[in-house]
């Protein structure tokens, strides 16, 4: 089944206390975004990647660190996460980054940080 | 820069009534206008797209005309289901510098009951 996964689904941290969220894709994506949803605000990018060895900010990307290695995983990084880090977060992939490209999302991870 | 303005929710709707969820946007360019759905506890997922001004995207009874001389993406669907509850997104596409970013209003959440 075509899909993006993603782990944890759910993660409750403290400040200061690295983590890593993992997102793959099945699709044979070149392009993978996350995304952080926050209640009044929608869907905002943190990062995307157009390719392998190839990423870029999006609106919102101080505290974050991604990487792309391989085309599948595009793995989302919290050096030292803090409270306004607590949200729920979206992996998303799509065939290329044209503008006309649907957008497959993965389930999310809500994530807590106290 | 670019933004998506859609009406707040939470819409609430008896089974078989009209709906219409509005959606204008703003943009420097000629963006692709998504209509996106998230049901509870999952991702987002594609309802329907058009990519270029008059295209009528279409899906499960939903429906949304790009109107470029009035900026809008208006979702509209006939006879809404309780099957329907959910939070409706709308988004706009466009290839800005080296890749395309996806601009995400903040939502509308629709609850239909029987």
């Known amino acids: 089944e075509a899909q993006v996964t993603q782990n944890p689904r759910y993660l409750i941290t403290v400040t200061g206390k690295k983590l890593t969220v993992t997102c793959s894709q099945n699709?044979?994506?070149?392009?993978m975004s996350w995304y952080r949803q926050d209640p009044g605000l929608g869907l905002r990018q943190i990062y995307y990647?157009?390719?392998?060895?190839?990423?870029d900010k999006g609106d919102v990307p101080e505290g974050y660190k991604v990487s792309r290695k391989e085309k599948r995983n595009f793995p989302l990084i919290l050096e030292s996460p803090s409270p306004n880090q607590t949200s729920l977060y979206f992996c998303?992939?799509?065939?290329?980054?044209?503008?006309?490209?649907?957008?497959?999302f993965g389930p999310g991870t809500r994530l807590t940080v106290l | 820069g670019n933004s998506v303005t859609q009406m707040e929710g939470p819409v609430t709707l008896s089974e078989e009534a009209f709906l219409t969820i509005n959606c204008t946007y703003t943009?420097?360019?000629?963006?692709?206008l998504f209509w996106y759905v998230q049901y509870p506890g999952e991702g987002l997922q594609l309802l329907l797209k058009?990519?270029?001004?008059?295209d009528k995207g279409s899906n499960k009874g939903f429906e949304a005309t790009y109107r470029k001389e009035t900026t809008s993406f208006h979702l509209e669907k006939g006879s809404v289901q309780v099957s329907d509850s959910a939070v409706y997104f709308c988004?706009?596409?466009?290839?800005?510098?080296?890749?395309?970013?996806?601009?995400f209003g903040t939502g509308t959440r629709l609850q239909v009951t029987l």
């Open positions: 998303a992939s799509s065939l290329y980054g044209t503008q006309e490209n649907e957008q497959f």
């Open positions: 699709m044979n994506h070149e392009y």
């Open positions: 990647s157009m390719n392998v060895e190839v990423t």
């Open positions: 943009a420097t360019g000629y963006p692709s």
């Open positions: 058009a990519t270029k001004a008059d």
């Open positions: 988004a706009l596409g466009l290839h800005t510098g080296t890749a395309s970013k996806l601009t």
